[in-house]
T-cell receptor, first 112, second 116 residues
Framework: KNEVEQSPQNLTAQEGEFITINCSYS?????LHWLQQHPGGGIVSLFM???GKKKHGRLIATINIQEKHSSLHITASHPRDSAVYIC??????????????FGKGTLLTVNP | GAVVSQHPSWVICKSGTSVKIECRSL??????MFWYRQFPKQSLMLMAT?????????EQGVEKDKFLINHASLTLSTLTVTSAHPEDSSFYIC????????????FGPGTRLLVL
């Protein structure tokens, strides 16, 4: 069964703290997405990564293909980072078609 | 980077009317577009996948006659909610993949539909 699990479900941090959100998936995939959804709903693609590590500003995403695990880190967190963070993995749905399966999301609240 | 837009961002309509939502890839050709629906505090649920020039493939439980999808060009897909009812009120999100960005899937900002 294609599954994507995230932890924690909810995370509250003080401004400036280092944040880690974890994502595990059940079967081998070619790449994994990290998405951000702010209150109000709009989704932003943060990263798509297939190996190693990617960095964008204060955001760092890592993936370990062998362990089927990825992490999203936020350094020097800020209240504006408060959002739902979602990991999503493309699973083969037949032939050459792939569908994203989404984790349930991690609600991050960063307090000033 | 690649951008996907949706229009409108908000729509309120009366029960029984039809609503059309547009999804555009602004700087790449989207060979595949996806339509998702998200209810409050729930994850995105895939409704259908459409490839340019082909009929959309609907997920189980999604009525294709109610949610009409047209993907007539490589930059535009539309979702029409026909004879909308209050239970169709939701957040509809499109996503596009293809072109020069490889397999990356980019998401639109979403359209919030409220049916009265």
């Amino acid at each position: 069964k294609n599954e994507v699990e995230q932890s924690p479900q909810n995370l509250t941090a003080q401004e400036g703290e280092f944040i880690t959100i974890n994502c595990s998936y059940s079967v081998g995939i070619s790449a994994l997405h990290w998405l951000q959804q702010h209150p109000g709903g709009g989704i932003v693609s943060l990263f798509m990564l297939s190996s190693g590590k990617k960095k964008h500003g204060r955001l760092i995403a890592t993936i370990n293909i062998q362990e089927k695990h990825s992490s999203l880190h936020i350094t020097a967190s800020h209240p504006r980072d408060s959002a739902v963070y979602i990991c999503a993995a493309p699973f083969n749905s037949g032939g050459s078609n792939y569908k994203l399966t989404f984790g349930k999301g991690t609600l991050l609240t960063v307090n000033p | 980077g690649a951008v996907v837009s949706q229009h409108p961002s908000w729509v309120i309509c009366k029960s029984g009317t039809s609503v059309k939502i547009e999804c555009r890839s602004l700087d790449f050709q989207a060979t595949t577009m996806f339509w998702y629906r998200q209810f409050p505090k729930q994850s995105l649920m895939l409704m259908a996948t459409s490839n340019e020039g082909s009929k959309a493939t609907y997920e189980q439980g999604v009525e294709k006659d109610k949610f009409l999808i047209n993907h007539a060009s490589l930059t535009l897909s539309t979702l029409t909610v026909t004879s909308a009812h209050p239970e169709d009120s939701s957040f509809y999100i499109c996503s596009a993949r293809g072109g020069g960005v490889g397999e990356t899937q980019y998401f639109g900002p979403g359209t919030r539909l409220l049916v009265l």
